[in-house]
């Protein structure tokens, strides 16, 4: 079993940036790709942005337009979520999701780790 702890969400104006961290217990880290999905109320879990084990590959979602940038750190088991330009659309609970294989996915069923989620809320 796979424990993740998200940090890093807050309140933030239009515009603002967060970073989003996601720390994770496993050893091996990086034998596993990352993702981070969110859910605003009312709404379906959709995908954010993934990496690959290694870290070479990313994934995003046209939403993310550039704004968002995924990285890890395997060293210390992290993976971070930069968002910048946040806009209030973006107003969700944000997890990070782990999966036993080193490739990117991009659907909910593919990840068999998440974490409890971190709330961000963007003003207007």
């Known amino acids: 079993q796979v424990h993740m702890v998200e940090s890093g969400g807050g309140l933030v104006q239009t515009g603002g940036s967060l970073r989003l961290s996601c720390a994770a217990s496993?050893?091996?880290?990086?034998?596993?790709?990352m993702g981070w999905f969110r859910q605003a109320p009312g709404k379906e879990r959709e995908f954010v942005a993934a990496i690959s084990g290694s870290g070479i590959t990313t994934y995003y979602a046209d939403f993310v337009k550039g704004r968002f940038t995924i990285s890890r750190d395997n060293a210390k088991n992290t993976v971070y979520l930069q968002m910048n330009s946040l806009e209030p659309e973006d107003t969700a609970v944000y997890s990070c999701a782990g999966r036993r294989t080193a490739g990117v996915a991009t659907t909910t069923l593919e990840y068999d780790y998440w974490g409890q989620g971190t709330q961000v809320t963007v003003s207007s």
């Open positions: 496993r050893r091996a880290f990086s034998l596993y790709a």
